[in-house]
Nanobody
């Protein structure tokens, strides 16, 4: 089992930055890949980015490439999502998820554990 708790969400103006954190407990964190997803009202959950267990491999949705960066600190059992140049369309609930077997993948079906989400609101 892996328990995930997101934090760092909030209200920010367009062009601003936020850093989300996802603290993990339970199963060995350093052996699982981690992903970030988001869901806006009335929309399906969508992939934001993912990072391999080692941190060497990352993948991002086209909509956030160049603006968002995923990193992890296995010593602290934490994964981060640095979000810069935020846009109103980035407004959503952001979720982190853990994936035991498939690496830094975009498909949410491969993720075994999910956090409760943190709200990010970007005002124009």
């Amino acid at each position: 089992q892996v328990q995930l708790v997101e934090s760092g969400g909030g209200l920010v103006q367009a062009g601003g930055s936020l850093r989300l954190s996802c603290a993990a407990s339970g199963r060995t964190f350093s052996s699982v890949a981690m992903g970030w997803f988001r869901q806006a009202p009335g929309k399906e959950r969508e992939f934001v980015g993912a990072i391999s267990w080692s941190g060497v491999s990352t993948d991002y949705a086209d909509s956030v490439k160049g603006r968002f960066t995923i990193s992890r600190d296995n010593a602290k059992n934490t994964v981060y999502l640095q979000m810069n140049s935020l846009k109103p369309e980035d407004t959503a609930v952001y979720y982190c998820a853990a994936n035991q077997y498939m690496g830094a993948v975009a498909n949410p079906r491969w993720y075994d554990y999910w956090g409760q989400g943190t709200q990010v609101t970007v005002s124009s």
